[in-house]
């Protein structure tokens, strides 16, 4: 189940504290591998390393890299931090967080107090590479909002590995990150979505949220085995808090598997099955063939009976995702290949803004 080989490390392209980007040598050849200080602890040039190789070996996309387990020349660590909170747990990587439900922690008693999320806004998508143009779109619109991003454990499980998070984080896009279930590494460590979606408004002072998963998604062809179904219990549990669940629909036009052209099947199942409450599910408007679709989608499937559908006029994400210098990428295709997923997520933003 699990390759290991050792390597050694002949390069370090890229470290930030968080996530070492570096070049390790196995026999002849040179492979990018991937480092977690906080983890694994520091590494340098010449340096021995156990390596996960799993990924690589199997060919697969997103995580088809090597990941150090261990610094055979540094196996020395130190126990930092404060929790007891652990994550990955009973695996050889477990990590203990300072949660901020435990009874230590300064934030424990807000949970005992909490009521309700006040209709705050809570936009759920499927896939990480939503992130970025929600985020772009709706700070350019609200400069002076605040926009928290839970991350969920549905794909990567260190927020660590997400450049776009170091990215929007750093131009100021993102106010705060939480991350929950076995997902690790956020400003504030929560153990599930009620308390992440607690926090995000009690201790984030959010004024609006954005949840999804990180890189990654595991799929199977079927109709409910990918890790984005998690949408639907995400906009259950935000409508249970008392806030506003709001869907951002998996939309392509780009992409030759049918179950995926126009609305996806993923989003179609979720909405028309997974999901119990009634949401708020933003379109973008387009002419011609590509709205017909949709909306013969949307009707096939009664999603307009279990729903609320609101008809977005969009012709600014380009311009908003260009205006801070950003780059989106999507199943390897970028907002000219496949406008139409990138803006079903700026579309998201415009509607938050324009419907308080």
Known sequence: MLSK????????????????????????EIFKSYNYPKMTGNVNIGDKVLLNTTAVELSLGTGGYHYVISNLDNM??????????????????QVRVDSVEDHESKYHSIFEKFESLNNIPVVVGTLHS??????????????????????????????????????????????????????????????NIYTALITAKEIAKADAVFVSMGPGIAGTGTKYGFTGIEQGTILDAISKLGGRPIAIPRISFADQRERHNGISHHSITILSEIVNVKSEIPITLYDGEKIKKIENQIKENKLDKKHKIAYIKNNRTKDDIDSYGLKVRSMGRNYEQDSEFFDSAASAAIYITENK
């Open 5 to 28: 080989k050792v390597g050694e490390v002949v390069e370090i392209k890229k470290q930030n504290g968080q996530i070492d980007d570096i070049r390790v040598k196995i026999g002849n």
């Open 76 to 93: 020395e660590s130190n126990l930092e931090g404060k929790g007891h909170i652990m994550k990955l747990r009973y695996t050889p990587m």
């Open 130 to 191: 939503m992130l970025t143009p929600f985020a772009a779109t709706y700070k350019r619109l609200n400069p002076n909002k605040k926009l928290v991003y839970i991350m969920t454990d549905g794909a990567a499980l260190p927020i660590y590995f997400s450049m776009n998070v170091d990215t929007l984080k750093n131009k100021g896009l993102i106010d705060s990150t939480i991350t929950f279930g076995n997902a690790f590494g956020g400003d504030y460590e929560c153990i």
